[in-house]
């Protein structure tokens, strides 16, 4: 992961979602603290840069074992100052880690700079493209068709509750019945109101808004970038998603958890 570009080196980012589960890997092209090629017989220190914990460390620990020339650094910061970071870090050529993941809501202000990156089409991504569906792959190309990154994890977004708190609050406790409470986000509020007004003390209906817009936000068509544009202002899915996350804190069904 150390090949140069215009001075600089390349790396792989990875792209995550919160609750839709959805991740890439992609490789960055600016200079970061582990920039100097090891020396002979020397170790290899590779940076890896999350937001919240991963879980990879024994998978670390695995490849260390397997290349013992090799030493992983984790670094592990809150989302939004993850992302701040890195931006900042490929605007300056310095400071970026060798591996980068990425939040999907993030992923087109980062796939709109592939030069940034490394090209996974150069080190034969046709050959393993088939292991991602179109739409995951997509998230991680640029308009030109660069893979900047890949996916690290699909899935359908999923919610967990207590089963004793909703008997408590007189709601269905049957996963089956439960599922069938907010086909809507408008209904998903609307229970929380019926749950919340049962006062069971020290619970709270959600963890946070944050994990709440997300998640509004990954079904719409068009998040907060389309392509390399952003289109915060202009994009009724970004509104919509703002204001049902904005009418639940109102309601106050937010816990106030902010996450990773």
């Not at 890949?150 to 049957?174: N, Q, S």
């Not at 919340?196 to 709440?212: L, Q």
Request: proline residues 5%.
């Amino acid at each position: 992961m150390s090949a140069a570009t215009s001075g600089a080196r390349r790396r792989l980012l990875t792209i995550a979602g919160p609750l839709l589960a959805t991740a890439l890997v992609l490789g960055t092209a600016a200079c970061g603290g582990s920039d100097d090629p090891a020396k002979p017989g020397g170790k290899v220190k590779l940076t890896i840069a999350t937001f919240g914990e991963f879980g990879y460390k024994d998978l670390y620990k695995e490849y260390m074992a397997a290349n013992p020339n090799v030493e992983i650094v984790e670094r592990i910061t809150k989302a939004e100052d993850h992302h701040k970071n890195l931006a900042a870090h490929l605007a300056t050529n310095t400071g970026a880690a060798d591996i980068e993941a990425i939040e999907e809501g993030w992923a087109g202000q980062f796939t709109a700079n592939p030069g940034k990156f490394y090209n996974w089409n150069d080190y034969g991504a046709a050959e393993i493209k088939a292991q991602w569906p179109a739409w995951k792959w997509q998230q991680g190309s640029s308009a030109k068709g660069e893979v900047v990154g890949l996916g690290t994890d699909v899935g359908g977004m999923a919610m967990c509750y207590r089963r004793d708190i909703f008997e408590k609050a007189g709601l269905p406790t049957d996963r089956e019945a439960v599922s069938k409470l907010w086909p809507t986000w408008e209904e998903y509020i609307a229970t929380g109101v019926k749950f919340k007004n049962a006062n069971i003390k020290g619970s709270a209906w959600m963890d946070g808004p944050t994990i709440m817009y997300r998640s509004v936000l990954g079904q719409q068509p068009v998040g907060i970038y389309d392509a390399d544009k952003v289109v915060v202002e202009t994009n009724p899915g970004v509104k919509k998603a703002w204001d049902l996350t904005i009418d639940a804190i109102n309601k106050g069904l937010s816990a106030k958890i902010a996450p990773w």
